[in-house]
Nanobody
Framework: QVQLVESGGGLVQTGGSLRLSCAAS???????MGWFRQAPGKKREFVAA????????KYADSVKGRCTISRDNAKNTVYLQMNSLKPEDTAVYYC???????????????????WGQGTQVTVSS
């Protein structure tokens, strides 16, 4: 069983930065990992994903150039560095893991098998 625990969220001003972490228990070194977010009243949306090696990444257009996803398999941890934050980035951010060997670096919620509990990110204007 894989368990994911996010941390690093908080309150930041517009233009600020945060680094989210997702600590995984279990054998996730071969899994694709993703970050998603959900604002109140909105659907969960894709933010970024990385393959098992860290060599392939994908970003939502809304965060491209401002966010960087990375992973440290030795620490079983995935990171999301977020810069130039905007009020519209305010949401609960979720880490997710996909154990598929066929579909990797995917933006689809349904492709992920495990989810964390989320961490709140609030960007004040």
């Amino acid at each position: 069983q894989v368990q994911l625990v996010e941390s690093g969220g908080g309150l930041v001003q517009t233009g600020g930065s945060l680094r989210l972490s997702c600590a995984a228990s279990g054998r996730t070194f071969s899994y694709s990992m993703g970050w998603f977010r959900q604002a109140p009243g909105k659907k969960r949306e894709f933010v970024a994903a990385v393959d098992w090696s860290g060599g392939s990444t994908k970003y939502a257009d809304s965060v491209k150039g401002r966010c960087t996803i990375s992973r440290d398999n030795a620490k079983n941890t995935v990171y999301l560095q977020m810069n130039s934050l905007k009020p519209e980035d305010t949401a609960v951010y979720y880490c997710a893991a996909s154990n598929s060997y066929v579909v990797v670096v995917t933006p689809r919620v349904s492709d992920y098998d495990y989810w964390g509990q989320g961490t709140q990110v609030t960007v004040s204007s």
